[in-house]
């Protein structure tokens, strides 16, 4: 999920979803992992998750579109 993604879970705030997503971009660019085949692919999800996440309405519609997969 996208949460896991950030490392943070459904009811961080926008600030957490924001200070998370910079702690693991920082680490996770591909400039600074160019070793790591993945590290492209890593950056991308990162950018994906925090588009979603940090969007008041994109995040809502992911958390019902999550929880309607679960049940």
């Known amino acids: ?16 979803i924001n200070a998370a997503y910079k ?4 680490e996770s660019h591909p400039d600074k992992n160019r ?4 590290a492209k692919e890593k950056f991308q999800k990162l950018n994906e998750a925090n588009a979603v996440l940090s969007d ?14 679960i049940d």
């Open 23 to 26: 702690a693991k971009v920082r």
């Open 35 to 38: 070793d790591d085949p993945e």
């Open 56 to 69: 008041p309405k994109k995040k809502a519609e992911y958390d019902r579109k999550t929880v309607a997969d």
């Open 1 to 16: 999920s996208y949460y896991d993604v950030l490392g943070v879970d459904r009811s961080a705030s926008p600030e957490d």
